[in-house]
C-alpha cells in the first residue's frame, strides 16, 4: 500500500512539472515576437559604388538646361546655360543630393507613358570620377505628391524617387549656382561705344 506521504510528494512533482510546461508554452510566443523580422532594404538610384560625381546635367521637357562639371582644377563651374564659374557650396550641395537620392518603391509593370515618361519631364545625366556615366529620365509627379516616377534611359524597372531629393536638383534649371550673377552689358552704339539711355522728358 502506497503511504499518504508518497501520494502527496507525487502530486506535489506533478504540480511543478504542470507549472514548468506551462511557463515554457507561454514564453516561447513571447520570444518569437522580440525576435526582429527581415529590415527593408534601403536603396538609391545612384549607389554609392558609382563614386562622387563629376559633371550633372539637367535639361527639362520645356527646352531648359543646366549643366555644372568639375573643371581641370577639380572646381565646379557652369558650362550650360553659360559658361562661368560655380558657386562651391550649391555646387557640392547638389552633387551630394545625387548620391542621397531615395528609392522609396519599384514599379515592375507599368506603361512608362501613364507616368510622363515616354517623354519625360526631365532628363538628368551625371558622370563619376570612376568613368560611369549614367542617365535617367524624370516623370511625373506620383498621385501622392510624394515623389517622382523615375526610369533609366535605356529601360526596366520604374522607381519612385523622393520628390524633396529630385526638387534640389530640378531647381539648379530656375537658380543656376552662379559665383556671381550675370548681368547684361550696355548695347554698343554704331560707334562701338556704350551709349546710355536718356529719360524721356516730358
Not at 178 to 196: D, F, H, I, M
Amino acid at each position: 500500500m502506497i503511504r499518504r506521504s508518497t501520494v502527496v510528494y507525487i502530486v506535489i512533482l506533478l504540480v511543478v512539472a504542470a507549472v514548468y510546461l506551462y511557463k515554457n508554452s507561454q514564453e516561447k510566443p513571447a520570444e518569437a515576437e522580440a525576435t526582429p523580422g527581415p529590415t527593408t532594404e534601403v536603396s538609391y538610384l545612384f549607389p554609392a559604388e558609382a563614386g562622387s560625381p563629376i559633371s550633372i546635367f539637367v535639361k527639362a521637357k520645356s527646352g531648359e538646361t543646366v549643366e555644372l562639371a568639375r573643371n581641370s582644377e577639380n572646381a565646379w563651374a557652369l558650362r550650360q546655360p553659360i559658361e562661368a564659374g560655380a558657386e562651391q557650396g550649391s555646387s557640392e550641395a547638389a552633387a551630394s543630393q545625387i548620391t542621397t537620392m531615395r528609392v522609396l518603391e519599384k514599379i515592375a509593370k507599368i506603361d512608362p507613358a501613364l507616368v510622363g515618361l515616354r517623354e519625360p519631364e526631365y532628363i538628368l545625366t551625371v558622370k563619376f570620377d570612376n568613368g560611369t556615366e549614367r542617365t535617367v529620365n524624370i516623370g511625373v509627379v506620383t498621385p501622392t505628391e510624394s515623389g517622382y516616377y523615375v526610369q533609366d534611359s535605356s529601360g526596366g524597372e520604374i522607381w519612385i524617387i523622393s520628390k524633396s531629393s529630385v526638387d534640389a536638383l530640378l531647381g539648379l534649371l530656375t537658380a543656376p549656382p552662379y559665383l556671381e550673377t550675370p548681368t547684361p552689358s550696355p548695347g554698343p552704339s554704331e560707334t562701338g561705344v556704350a551709349t546710355e539711355v536718356a529719360s524721356p522728358t516730358p
